[in-house]
């Protein structure tokens, strides 16, 4: 596995979480990284994702002023800091790498611009 996701957890409406992407033997830093989440029974949508520079970061209108993503090259980490949880955001949340030298304006949040992708971790919102 090249890509690890964690932080998830049971948490009530109104908390937070903040979930982390590693990357293992796998260089994060010059690579769109995306956060994507399925809920039983829904198709996998894009929930963020940021730039290779960390400059660029685009969020599904839902989560907006909600949650934020960010990185850190030097640890090779891509975070997404959940705030105001509701029970809507339930899901498996995975995070996904594009291919080294993927332009940020061609990613954007579609699963389908992602090659890479990890094991999800579990959020679950209790209301």
């Known amino acids: 596995v090249q890509l690890q996701a964690s932080g998830g957890g049971l948490v009530q409406a109104g908390g937070s979480l903040t979930l982390s992407c590693v990357g293992s033997a796998f260089t994060l830093d010059r690579r769109v990284i995306g956060w994507f989440r399925q809920a039983p029974g829904k198709e996998r949508e894009g929930v963020s994702c940021?730039?290779?520079?960390?400059?660029?970061?685009a969020y599904l209108d839902s989560v907006k002023g909600r949650f934020t993503i960010s990185r850190d090259n030097a640890k090779n980490t891509v975070y997404l800091q959940m705030n105001s949880l509701k029970p809507e955001d339930t899901a498996v949340y995975y995070c996904?790498?594009?291919?080294?030298?993927?332009?940020?304006?061609?990613?954007?949040?579609?699963?389908?611009?992602?090659?890479?992708w990890g094991m999800g971790t579990l959020v679950t919102v209790s209301s």
């Open positions: 996904a790498a594009a291919r080294y030298g993927r332009s940020y304006s061609d990613t954007g949040l579609n699963p389908t611009s992602y090659y890479y």
């Open positions: 940021i730039s290779n520079s960390g400059v660029s970061t």
